[in-house]
């Protein structure tokens, strides 16, 4: 156990949006999650809860759905997991908020059954599987966005010298705290406005912006993914003969990438790529001496 210096390390995407109805929450996320899943050319999945609302955009965007129609904490991991086996390096959980509902709703059964009316007692089952759902999401080897519905009020607002109702989010519907657990947490209104409330990427700490969309996503990756000045390869030709290997020695790009935990060879730090590059030349030798003996 020792001290050392602090450096920063690459890390996914956890974001949360809440929003009241009708902020575009489900738009929000797909913009945004496109903007990531250019950048890295995956697909993206997206784990409905909302009635097919998901599906509403295929027209505008490129993703694969899974409707869950039974939203327990245990369907949600299941979902969550099958994405996470067909590889997509891009999450949408829309929303989360049906999960926290069917978990209030199975400790107010089991307060009222199994524990008579002590509702702490019930909730001594409650909170491990609520953090083990929760564990599931944070856990997901890409990037995720998670959505939830917030807790709506009406204001009087006087505008333009005119009276007007707008609906504000007052907290998410959810376990209070659960925005700490994200790496950045956003509060949306009905006029497309999103303020960064909780961000660990100081760029965006407190900021306000009207309809975030992909440019939104590629900045947030690139603001997480990229370590330092030299962290991406400089030289493009050394790009190329490190791809070029990986063709040539019929190496998985899926298995390779998540063996050296990257989503793009635009991550690589020139030194590493280096490093691979020999690591790869080596195997192609060993592959060629392997044909001259079987001649």
């Given at each position: 156990?020792?001290f050392k210096?602090?450096?920063?390390q690459?890390?996914?995407?956890r974001?949360?949006l809440s929003?009241?109805?009708g902020s ?5 996320s797909l ?6 899943a ?10 409905d809860?909302?009635?097919g609302s998901a599906s ?5 965007f490129?993703?694969d ?23 997509y390096k ?6 989360s ?5 069917e ?13 008579k ?9 409650g909170t ?19 959505t939830?519905r917030?807790k709506?009020e009406y204001v009087q607002e ?18 209070k ?7 950045i ?8 406005n999103?303020?960064?409330?909780k961000?660990?990427?100081s760029?965006?700490a407190?900021?306000?912006?009207h309809h975030?969309g992909?440019?939104?996503g ?6 997480l ?9 400089t030289?493009p030709?050394k790009?190329?003969?490190?791809e070029?290997l990986i063709?040539?020695t019929d190496?998985?790009v899926?298995?390779?990438k998540n063996?050296?935990n990257?989503d793009s060879?635009?991550?690589l730090?020139?030194e590493?790529a280096?490093?691979l ?5 080596k195997?192609k ?5 392997k ?5």
């Amino acid at each position: 156990m020792e001290f050392k210096k602090a450096t920063k390390q690459k890390q996914k995407l956890r974001l949360l949006l809440s929003a009241p109805s009708g902020s575009g929450k489900t738009y929000t996320s797909l913009r945004i999650a496109t903007g990531i899943a250019k950048v890295i050319n995956s697909r993206i999945a997206v784990i409905d809860t909302e009635k097919g609302s998901a599906s509403l955009y295929a027209d505008k965007f490129d993703f694969d759905v899974l409707e869950l129609n039974d939203p327990t904490v245990d369907n949600y991991i299941q979902a969550i997991k099958k994405a996470e086996a067909a590889e997509y390096k891009v999450l949408v959980i829309d929303s989360s908020t049906h999960g926290w509902q069917e978990l209030l709703d199975y400790v107010e059964k089991l307060t009222n059954t199994k524990y008579k009316g002590n509702s702490f007692r019930a909730w001594g089952e409650g909170t491990p599987l609520y953090n083990k759902w929760v564990k599931s999401m944070l856990d997901f080897n890409g990037h995720i966005i998670v959505t939830s519905r917030a807790k709506t009020e009406y204001v009087q607002e006087f505008v333009n010298g005119k009276n007007t109702v707008k609906k504000v989010g007052m907290g998410s519907e959810n376990r209070k705290g659960l925005e700490y657990e994200f790496t950045i947490a956003a509060d949306g209104d009905t006029d497309g406005n999103w303020v960064f409330s909780k961000s660990r990427v100081s760029e965006l700490a407190q900021k306000i912006i009207h309809h975030p969309g992909e440019e939104l996503g590629e900045q947030l990756y690139n603001w997480l993914t990229v370590v330092g000045v030299d962290a991406i390869v400089t030289d493009p030709e050394k790009k190329k003969v490190l791809e070029d290997l990986i063709m040539d020695t019929d190496t998985d790009v899926v298995k390779f990438k998540n063996f050296y935990n990257i989503d793009s060879f635009d991550e690589l730090t020139d030194e590493k790529a280096t490093t691979l590059i020999d690591v790869l030349t080596k195997k192609k030798e060993k592959q060629l001496e392997k044909e001259v003996d079987k001649k």
